[in-house]
């Protein structure tokens, strides 16, 4: 059974950082895509990075290009989403989630292709 639990949010003023950690378990294989959503008050989730386990590669939102990185340590099956800048309306729920096989650039971002998800962390971007 795959487990995925999240951790590192909090509240931080604009311009801050936070990293997000997402430690996995349960993995037969490194052939995971992990990404990172999030879900705003209101709004739909929204897919904001994601990373292939086995190869690194990754794809962003546009919304956070330049200000988030996401990366991975496959000796601890942890990902993490390193949050620079941070904005107002980066304020939200994050979740990782993980699906099967290489990320695909048109449908990284679908929340309904990930089979496993975690509990989520609040992120709160406030002064």
């Known amino acids: 059974q795959v487990q995925l639990v999240e951790s590192g949010g909090g509240l931080v003023q604009p311009g801050g950082s936070l990293r997000l950690s997402c430690a996995a378990s349960?993995?037969?294989?490194?052939?995971?895509?992990i990404g990172w959503f999030r879900q705003a008050p209101g709004k739909e989730r929204e897919g904001v990075s994601c990373?292939?386990?086995?190869?690194?590669?990754?794809y962003y939102a546009d919304s956070v290009k330049g200000r988030f990185t996401i990366s991975r340590d496959k000796a601890k099956n942890t990902v993490y989403l390193q949050m620079n800048s941070l904005k107002p309306e980066d304020t939200a729920v994050y979740y990782c989630?993980?699906?099967?096989?290489?990320?695909?650039?048109?449908?990284?971002?679908?929340?309904?292709?990930?089979?496993?998800w975690g509990q989520g962390t609040q992120v709160t971007v406030s002064s």
């Open positions: 990373i292939s386990m086995s190869d690194g590669s990754s």
């Open positions: 349960g993995f037969t294989s490194v052939y995971w895509t």
């Open positions: 989630a993980t699906v099967p096989g290489p990320p695909n650039g048109r449908t990284w971002r679908w929340p309904g292709r990930y089979h496993y």
